[in-house]
T-cell receptor
Framework: DADVTQTPRNRITKTGKRIMLECSQT?????MYWYRQDPGLGLRLIYY???????NKGEISDGYSVSRQAQAKFSLSLESAIPNQTALYFC?????????????FGPGTRLTVT | LAKTTQPISMDSYEGQEVNITCSHN???????ITWYQQFPSQGPRFIIQ???TKVTNEVASLFIPADRKSSTLSLPRVSLSDTAVYYC?????????????FGTGTLLAVQP
């Protein structure tokens, strides 16, 4: 079984709808991250969390919110989706005791906003 | 975090050794160099990380000269399955944000 799972894997939604992307991990890591990737570009950090009580904005947090329900779960919400939020979204985890730049990524959620 | 520059794309053939060079002229004393691999529609996967000289694991080698202003990822005897985008990242692993900054990467295309 995958260590980092994301649901749904694909989603098509309409402008203005609220949508939640979920991430679960079995690695026991405290640190979790949400990134988005646009075609032909690298990943950009949306939010990150170092533990259940610690949430931080990344470089592109506007239009997004997150919830860290437990050590293993980190959800990303789009309160009112817009077309330029169409992208591939990745969740990742890392172990604070390990290599700080070794992150483990989920399979991604492909979101399309029409 | 220091900016990195790497070729947009490279071509190779099966069985060849591939070297992808990354420039990071503004690397700081505490920065490490990390490489990731990403297949289409998948999340990036950590390949290797180093600080100086040479690091080798079961997947690749990483060569870092003394001035650390560049690094070279070496993939021995590539196969078709090594076709992917390779990202070079530089940063302070002990930094408060612990975030990765990805550039556009190098698309490696391996042909038969």
């Amino acid at each position: 079984d995958a260590d980092v799972t994301q649901t749904p894997r694909n989603r098509i939604t309409k402008t203005g709808k609220r949508i939640m992307l979920e991430c679960s991990q079995t690695k026991g890591h405290d640190r979790m991250y949400w990134y988005r990737q646009d075609p032909g570009l690298g990943l950009r950090l949306i939010y990150y969390s170092f533990d259940v009580k610690d949430i931080n904005k990344g470089e592109i947090s506007d239009g997004y919110s997150v919830s860290r329900q437990a050590q293993a779960k980190f959800s990303l919400s789009l309160e009112s989706a817009i077309p330029n939020q169409t992208a591939l979204y990745f969740c990742a985890t890392s172990d604070p005791d390990g290599s700080s730049y070794e992150q483990y990524f989920g399979p991604g959620t492909r979101l399309t906003v029409t | 975090l220091a900016k990195t520059t790497q070729p947009i794309s490279m071509d190779s053939y099966e069985g060849q050794e591939v070297n992808i060079t990354c420039s990071h002229n503004n690397i700081a004393t505490n920065d490490y160099i990390t490489w990731y691999q990403q297949f289409p529609s998948q999340g990036p996967r950590f390949i290797i990380q180093g600080y100086k000289t040479k690091v080798t694991n079961e997947v690749a080698s990483l060569f870092i000269p003394a001035d650390r202003k560049s690094s070279t990822l070496s993939l021995p005897r590539v196969s078709l399955s090594d076709t992917a985008v390779y990202y070079c990242l530089v940063g302070d692993g002990g930094g408060a944000t612990n975030k990765l900054i990805f550039g556009t990467g190098t698309l490696l295309a391996v042909q038969p």
